[in-house]
């Protein structure tokens, strides 16, 4: 008992000391008026994966009023800033630009209304409804209060502003592009997101696997088309499709271990154009999520295997076999490195306390800030979740059991003041202890 409570009073010394080494919650408070201001322009200028043009311009802006040497285009609209502070390790810091096609309908007065023309020339609504504009603000006033308090830390602050995380592209292009050979090469590299389904003013993480690989696949199913009325004389790609669709469903349930996360969804099928006419293609996409990459290449050739043993049962020739396609999309699956974890989560305990930081389990969502950490240089990363949801809201969700606005809702709005001012405090307290002089 004597050792325990020695033990107990020796970590509440450290994380006494901890929080008084770090950035003063009253600093970042006066700052909020402004970051405040920026948050509300981000929201209501959103803008779609690599078209970040303003966004990117304002926050390199931003960056440079900091202190921070600012490079523009990196990897199309990246932006990278380095501020040096003396001897130390180098540390990444990640917030994502891009906003979604989707028409906000949260009711605020500051709600997006832009619309744009998308690739296919379709008017789409736009709005930040994944948190990237808490994300830059958060980034942003990290940035300036680390510039304020030089005296705190000593070593090299590389904030980076990535474009198109949600189409999977934007670190792989900044990476790409040099990031770490014409800048440098970071000892730590840390983001945070946005958390739909925990209160303003918490910080969650999970160890380890965190977010899973995710691939998009298209299968082309053909057959020989014909009249309804004479199904014999034709091979109807249309009963081959479902029964594919069927097939691969038994790959997670039967052909990997069940202590292996995995997921197949076929999100869309389109074939055929009238009642009576049996068509010669149907068109299938699908989405593929796993954590390591032995089982993310098993799912892709059993797909094959089944597509293949299908036409060959249906009596199709070789030249009409199924034809399968991956797309230009994949993210790797986000590893949370456990020594980063254990630094980061300790200092953000010792800043905003116990009670408000939450362990929590993985996700098969995908996030391409797990492309910093896939390099050779084997860079350490660590990715936490920041509450969002106002308090009052949560409670009574929870209450009533109903399902909280997710993530890519039109109608997800973060409870702004309480998040942004936590996520600062959380941030700053990390690169602080990381950086000690």
């Not at 970590?11 to 008026?33: G, M, V, W, Y």
């Not at 050739?301 to 020739?317: F, N």
């Amino acid at each position: 008992m004597k050792w325990s409570t020695t033990w107990f009073v020796l970590l509440l010394c450290i994380s006494i000391t901890q929080a008084q080494n770090h950035i003063n919650r009253e600093d970042i408070e006066k700052d909020f008026p402004y970051l405040e201001n920026l948050y509300l322009d981000i929201h209501q200028h959103p803008e779609l994966s690599f078209h970040e043009d303003r966004t990117a311009s304002n926050l390199a802006n931003e960056l440079r009023k900091a202190g921070f040497e600012v490079t523009e285009h990196v990897g199309g609209t990246g932006i990278v800033g380095i501020l040096k502070n003396g001897p130390g390790p180098v540390i990444l810091v990640r917030t994502d630009l891009d906003a979604l096609p989707i028409v906000e309908q949260t009711g605020a007065d500051y709600a997006s209304k832009v619309t744009v023309k998308n690739e296919q020339g379709n008017d789409v609504g736009v709005m930040h409804a994944c948190g990237h504009d808490v994300h830059m603000t958060v980034w942003t006033g990290t940035a300036r209060a680390m510039a304020r308090n030089k005296d705190k830390w000593s070593g090299t602050l590389m904030f980076i502003g990535q474009p198109a995380e949600e189409r999977g592209g934007g670190a792989r292009n900044m990476l790409k592009d040099g990031l770490y050979q014409r800048f440098m090469v970071p000892d730590y590299a840390l983001a945070l997101h946005v958390n739909a389904n925990l209160p303003a003013g918490k910080i969650s993480y999970i160890p380890e696997y965190a977010m899973a690989n995710v691939e998009s696949m298209d299968i082309d199913v053909f057959g020989r088309g014909g009249h309804g009325a004479y199904p014999h004389t034709t091979i109807d790609p249309v009963v081959l499709a479902a029964k594919i669709i069927l097939n691969i469903q038994t790959i997670v349930s039967r052909e990997i271990s069940p202590l292996e996360p995995a997921v197949i969804t076929v999100g869309s099928i389109h074939g055929g154009t009238k009642h009576n006419i049996i068509s010669d293609r149907v068109h299938l996409q699908l989405t593929l999520r796993s954590y390591t990459e032995a089982t993310r290449q098993g799912i892709v050739q059993k797909i094959k295997r089944i597509c293949k043993g299908e036409a060959i049962a249906a009596g199709l020739p070789e030249n009409l076999w199924p034809k399968v396609t991956l797309a230009d999309e994949f993210t790797p699956a986000l590893y949370n490195n456990p020594d980063l974890i254990s630094k980061v989560v300790t200092s953000i305990r010792s800043e905003i306390g116990e009670k408000n930081v939450e362990q929590e389990k993985p996700v098969m969502g995908g996030e391409d800030f797990a492309r910093y950490g896939k390099t050779d240089d084997h860079v350490p990363i660590f990715m936490f979740g920041l509450g969002a949801v106002p308090v009052e809201m949560y409670n009574e969700y929870k209450k009533e059991g109903k399902t909280l606005p997710s993530l890519h809702s039109s109608k997800f709005l973060p409870d702004r003041r309480p998040t942004i001012l936590t996520g600062i405090e959380a941030m700053s307290a990390a690169l602080v202890d990381l950086l000690k002089k």
